[in-house]
């Protein structure tokens, strides 16, 4: 069992820049790989990037490729999504979630196990 609580969102100006944090329970964090997903309000939930637990391995989807940085540090069981140059269609409720596969491309909500609560990220123009 893996809990998940995301945090760092919040209200920023477009052109601006945000980092979230996602606190992981338990001491199988390191062999989770971790993705971040969005939701924007009438829309679906949709993948923003990926880090593999084997060989560290990054995805990103091309909405935000150049602009987001993914990373992870398992002595902290915390995974991170730098955001940079935000931009209004960045709005969303952000979501962390594990996935016990090691490796891997995987964009899909139902390829992860445990998610996260989110956290809000608005971006004004």
């Known amino acids: 069992q893996v809990h998940l609580v995301e945090s760092g969102g919040g209200l920023v100006q477009a052109g601006g820049s945000l980092r979230l944090s996602c606190a992981a329970s338990g001491r199988t964090f390191s062999s989770y790989s971790m993705g971040w997903f969005r939701q924007a309000p009438g829309k679906e939930r949709e993948f923003v990037s990926r880090i593999t637990s084997r060989e560290y391995t990054t995805y990103y989807a091309d909405s935000v490729k150049g602009r987001f940085t993914i990373s992870r540090d398992n002595a902290k069981n915390t995974v991170y999504l730098q955001m940079n140059t935000l931009k209004p269609e960045d709005t969303a409720v952000y979501y962390c979630?594990?996935?016990?596969?090691?490796?891997?491309?995987?964009?899909?909500?139902?390829?992860?196990?445990?998610w996260g609560q989110g956290t809000q990220v608005t971006v004004s123009s």
């Open positions: 979630a594990a996935d016990r596969a090691m490796s891997g491309k995987a964009t899909l909500t139902l390829s992860y196990d445990y």
